[in-house]
Each structure stands twice: as C-alpha cells, then as structure tokens.
C-alpha cells in the first residue's frame, strides 16, 4: 500500500471516531434528559457546550500548522478528546460535568477536520484531492453509521455512560496505531525556521520580479466571493449535519413513536447514505479533472448549489409529510445531497489558498461552518419547546433548515468559483518544482 493511501485510511479512522463522539450525545439524549431532569432546550445547550470552542480552537491551532507539523498536532488532539470522554463513565459525574467535558471535546475535536485534510492534501497533487478529501468526510458518515447502532446497543445494554467510555477507548487505541505509522507526505508545505529560509531562497532566486504565490494576502482569499459562499454553504450543510445527529433520534421516538434502536438504526443508515453520496461525488470529480480541461468543467459551485437546492426542498417534504414511506427514502436520498458541499468547500478554499496558507484557510473554514452546529441545536431545541406542540416544533425547525439550504445553494450556484478566483489572485495549480509528485 502507497504512503499516500495508507495515511488516507488512518485519517479515515480517525474521522469515524470523531464523529462517533459527537454522535454519542444525540443518542443517550433520551435516557441523559431522563436522568438529569432536562428540557429539549436544556438538552441543547449541552450539545452546543461542544461548540463553545470549537471553532476558535479549529482557527487557533489551524495557524499552528504554519509552525507544528501536523502530525504531532494530530495525536495530541486524539489523546485530548479521548479523555475528554471518561470521566463520565464514572456514576457520581453530573450535569456540569457533562458540559465541562463537552467543552473539552469540543476544543480537541474543532482542529480536527482542517487539520487532517490539510495533512492528506500533503500527500496528492491539486486534482488528485477530491477522492482522498471525501474518503475522510465518508469518516463522518461511517463514524455515525456504526456510531448509531453499536452505541444504541451499548446503551440499552451497559447505560448510556458507557457509550461515552467506549468510544474514547477506540480513540487511545487510533492514538497507538498513529505514533507507528503516522508520517507526513512529500507536498508537506515546510513550517518554522525552514518554511521561512526556503521563501527566502525562492524570493531571492525569482529577483523580485513576481510575487510568490505565498504572498497572497489571506485577506484577499478569505474575502473572495468563493471563499465567502463556500463557507456559508458548509455552514448550512453542517447545520443540517447537527440537526440530524441532535434531534433526528429524539423526532423519531417522540412524534413518529420509534424506540431507541429503530431510530438508531435509521440514523446509522442515513449517514450511511451521506457517505455514499460523498464517495461518488470524490470519484465523479476526480474523474472529471482527469479527463476534462479546466475550462471545460462545470463550475463546483453551480453543482453543490444545485444539490442544496435539491436538498432544502426534500427537507421541506420531510417535515410537512405524515408518511414514513415517504420520510424514509427522503432522508437516505435527496436530504443528504447537501453534504457534498462540505467536500467543494473545502478543496474550493484548499485551491484558492498558497500551500503554506492552506491549513490556516481550512481553519477559518472550519471557524465559519461549525457555527453551525453551535447554533443549530439551540435554535431547534428552542423552537420545538415554545410550540404549541412538540410535532408542530419539529415541522417549524425543519422549514427552517430548509430555507437556510435554499438561500446558500443558490449563493454558491452564482458565486463559488475557485479556478477564477485562484488565477486572480495568482496562486498556481501546479506544486513547486522542488518537490516530488506522488506517483
């Protein structure tokens, strides 16, 4: 096995456990408000605890990436959120320690994405990317697909504090097999005191006559109309990501009267579902930048503002429907289209970004769309509790998520152009000279 893909499937695992501890919340959530005497906002606001720093800790360590090499910053967030989880295992830890844990968890786990992404990226060329960048987000796919039923199994057989114990022991386990294999790829960016002598050398070498891609302020690449509607559409696709994990099992068991292990079971296929969707779309995009000039190809951002579109309405067909013949075969198909953009945002944002700058604009990226999670569980969590009725909630929440769908894949349709936007700002598609291409 190459290098390159063996590291892929490494961070594959490591994305299947980091979203096998997000899910875990949303599925003890039943027995968790049961015990704790909690409302569906209280609820809420300890799934939004994970947020709390989430995303100033994806920025915060994002710019490390531009001094650490990401390998080192990868285990270290494992070993983190893999204790974050523990201590509730032990009877006597409450309410607060819920939340303080979530909090914690949520710092180890923000960085996580963009930094793993940005560690892949080191080891394929620009249109080689799309296949190992949807392979990781299939991580958060499959984590929640065998998240849902081995969790809901454990916590109808063992509590629910042991679904919490459970899943930071795979994560120490995950911790193990990277300090052995764990490696950093040949289009690496270099950071530190090398990073900076080797700009040096490159600016010397060039006379000054063209600025180095690595001078593109990061203020032009954050501001650009495809930065911007990139990350609003990942945002209202994670949106739509929290509110499945958070409220789904709870909306089957309270309105449409499932038990625990028929939601369990419908949410781990869903995001099966979620996973497939993003695989061919990696290998549709893949093959595409193969075959097919750059100017040929259809713009990324009118294909996943198209899917969002698509999405939002089945979203809305979700909550105004009564049949479960039709809520079904909605949720495993056109409702999760809009997980797509979460790959076009970011190898969009990787494309428009100088490689030494790449993991600092994933991070901002992650900033921006896990606000999404931060404000999707108390939002909802708000407006199912001031219903009239819990069902009428639900229906009002789903509308919800589905204008916020409609109104970000129709900016991303118009404005989402990454090849534009990259030779604007003169950062170049192909690697520098001086490093070797994986074959």
């Known amino acids: 096995m190459s290098g390159a893909w063996r590291t892929t499937w490494l961070l594959l695992a490591f994305m299947v456990v980091n979203f096998a501890d997000k899910a875990v919340l949303g599925l003890a959530g039943p027995e968790i408000r049961a015990d704790f005497d909690l409302s569906r906002q209280e609820f809420g606001a300890a799934q939004s605890a994970f947020f709390a720093l989430f995303s100033v800790a994806a920025l915060g360590v994002s710019l490390l990436t531009r001094r650490v090499r990401t390998t080192p910053l990868l285990l270290v967030l494992v070993l983190l959120w893999s204790a974050a989880q523990l201590p509730m295992v032990w009877g006597a830890a409450g309410f607060g320690t819920l939340v303080a844990t979530r909090v914690l968890l949520g710092a180890a786990e923000g960085p996580s994405a963009p930094v793993a992404i940005h560690h892949v990226h080191g080891w394929f060329p620009q249109r080689e990317r799309a296949l190992p960048t949807a392979v990781l987000l299939f991580g958060a796919a499959a984590g929640v697909a065998v998240a849902a039923p081995v969790l809901s199994w454990v916590i109808t057989h063992w509590g629910w504090r042991w679904s919490f114990g459970v899943v930071g022991l795979v994560g120490l386990v995950w911790a193990v097999a990277w300090q052995i294999w764990g490696t950093e790829g040949p289009l690496a960016p270099q950071v530190g005191r090398a990073a900076e002598s080797s700009r040096a050398a490159e600016n010397s070498k060039g006379g000054g006559d063209a600025p180095a891609s690595d001078s593109v302020p990061l203020r032009a690449v954050l501001l650009s109309g495809t930065f911007m509607t990139a990350a609003f559409g990942a945002f209202a696709a994670y949106w739509l990501m929290s509110t499945l994990l958070t409220w789904t099992p709870d909306y089957l068991e309270s309105v449409v009267g499932w038990d625990l292990d028929q939601a369990g079971t419908l949410v781990g296929v869903g995001a099966l579902a979620n996973g497939v969707v993003l695989l061919v779309h990696g290998l549709?995009?893949?093959?595409?930048?193969?075959?097919?000039?750059?100017?040929?190809?259809?713009?990324?951002?009118?294909?996943?503002?198209?899917?969002?579109?698509?999405?939002?309405?089945?979203?809305?067909?979700?909550?105004?429907?009564?049949?479960?013949?039709?809520?079904?075969?909605?949720?495993?198909?056109?409702?999760?289209?809009?997980?797509?953009?979460?790959?076009?945002?970011?190898?969009?944002?990787?494309?428009?970004?100088?490689?030494?700058?790449?993991?600092?604009?994933?991070?901002?990226?992650?900033?921006?769309?896990?606000?999404?999670?931060?404000?999707?569980?108390?939002?909802?969590?708000?407006?199912?509790?001031?219903?009239?009725?819990?069902?009428?909630?639900?229906?009002?929440?789903?509308?919800?998520?589905?204008?916020?769908?409609?109104?970000?894949?129709?900016?991303?349709?118009?404005?989402?152009?990454?090849?534009?936007?990259?030779?604007?700002?003169?950062?170049?598609?192909?690697?520098?000279?001086?490093?070797?291409?994986?074959?």
């Open 284 to 439: 549709i995009s893949q093959r595409s930048a193969r075959r097919e000039p750059t100017g040929r190809r259809l713009p990324v951002g009118s294909g996943a503002g198209l899917l969002m579109v698509v999405s939002g309405c089945a979203v809305a067909v979700f909550g105004l429907v009564d049949s479960m013949w039709c809520k079904v075969p909605l949720l495993l198909g056109p409702v999760t289209l809009a997980m797509v953009t979460l790959t076009v945002a970011m190898t969009a944002c990787a494309r428009i970004a100088p490689p030494s700058q790449r993991g600092v604009v994933l991070g901002v990226l992650t900033f921006v769309y896990a606000l999404g999670g931060i404000l999707s569980p108390l939002v909802l969590g708000g407006v199912v509790d001031r219903a009239a009725t819990v069902s009428v909630g639900y229906e009002r929440g789903w509308l919800l998520t589905s204008g916020l769908l409609l109104a970000a894949g129709a900016l991303a349709a118009l404005f989402c152009r990454p090849e534009a936007t990259a030779k604007r700002l003169g950062v170049s598609e192909v690697p520098s000279a001086r490093v070797p291409l994986v074959p």
